[in-house]
Nanobody, 124 residues
């Protein structure tokens, strides 16, 4: 089992940047596929980005492609989400999630472990 704690959210103007971090407990972090999923008020959860166990292959939602970058540091048990060129529609609670079953996936329901979430608000 892995426990996840997100940080780095906040209020930023449109066009600005934020970097989210997710620290994981345990000694088997490298066995987990990691993802970032967001949920805006009144909307369903939306996959944002995922990274493979090795940190090589990544996958992005079309809505963030070219603006967001996911990365991981297995030596620090941490996954990051660099968010640039932020837009008001990026406003949401951002969750870090993990699964050790299967490969990289854009399906939120396939992730078994979730953090508590961090709020990102982008003002226009």
């Amino acid at each position: 089992q892995v426990q996840l704690v997100e940080s780095g959210g906040g209020l930023v103007q449109a066009g600005g940047s934020l970097r989210l971090s997710c620290a994981a407990s345990g000694r088997t972090f490298s066995s987990y596929v990691m993802g970032w999923i967001r949920q805006a008020p009144g909307k369903e959860r939306e996959f944002v980005a995922g990274v493979s166990r090795s940190g090589g292959p990544t996958y992005y939602a079309d809505s963030v492609k070219g603006r967001f970058t996911i990365s991981r540091d297995n030596s620090k048990n941490t996954v990051y989400l660099q968010m640039d060129s932020l837009r008001p529609e990026d406003t949401a609670v951002y969750y870090c999630a993990a699964t050790n079953i299967g490969g990289l996936t854009p399906t939120p329901g396939r992730y078994d472990y979730w953090g508590q979430g961090t709020q990102v608000t982008v003002s226009s």
